[in-house]
């Protein structure tokens, strides 16, 4: 775990060395510009791999979920919290948990995502068949793991 960071530590440092997996990305053009290496290590794509993956294919199945939580973020200026399933590189989806801050730089807005493995609170990765069943009460894929939340 990295300690506070001193005057001689760059923003650049933090998020390469950062042990959460971090993201940063343009989400209106459904864009990774960037990952650290804990992002490679949690989901196994390489840094250039991320760079031609679209966010809607690392979370194919939850995408309104995905997209009314970009926009909470963004409206309310504020970092927000969710559990989700992330498709890893081999197909698996993993649980986790996603804090998203959204920066507006006056004609672009751009994400920083801090994503966290919560396999261990909920099981083990999940499968494409474990999406195969949709909750329309709750209006989202129903995982085999939800009762253990």
């Known amino acids: 775990m990295l300690g506070p960071p001193d005057a ?4 650049a440092q933090l998020f390469e060395e950062c042990s959460d ?7 209106l053009e459904d864009r990774i510009l960037d990952a650290n290496p ?8 390489t840094r250039e791999e991320y760079k031609v993956t679209p966010i809607s ?5 939850e995408l309104p979920q995905m997209r009314a939580f970009l926009d909470g973020a963004l409206r309310d200026g504020v970092n927000w919290t969710i559990e989700m399933a992330c498709r890893t590189k081999s197909g698996t989806f993993l649980p986790t948990e996603i804090t998203l ?5 006056g004609n672009r807005v751009y994400v920083i995502s801090l994503v ?6 909920r099981g ?12 329309t009460e709750v209006g989202r ?3 085999d793991t939800d009762s253990l939340t």
């Not at 001689?8 to 923003?11: F, I, P």
């Not at 294919?57 to 199945?61: D, L, R």
């Not at 083990?124 to 909750?135: G, M, Q, R, V």
């Open 124 to 135: 083990s990765c999940l499968t494409e068949a474990t999406f195969a069943a949709f909750d």
């Open 57 to 61: 294919q690392i979370h194919p199945h």
């Open 8 to 11: 001689n530590t760059s923003l």
């Open 141 to 143: 894929p129903v995982r």
């Open 21 to 27: 997996a971090v993201f940063i990305t343009d989400p």
């Open 101 to 105: 801050l959204g920066l507006d730089s």
């Open 38 to 45: 804990a992002a490679s290590r949690l989901l196994g794509y």
């Open 116 to 121: 966290r493995d919560r396999s261990e609170h």
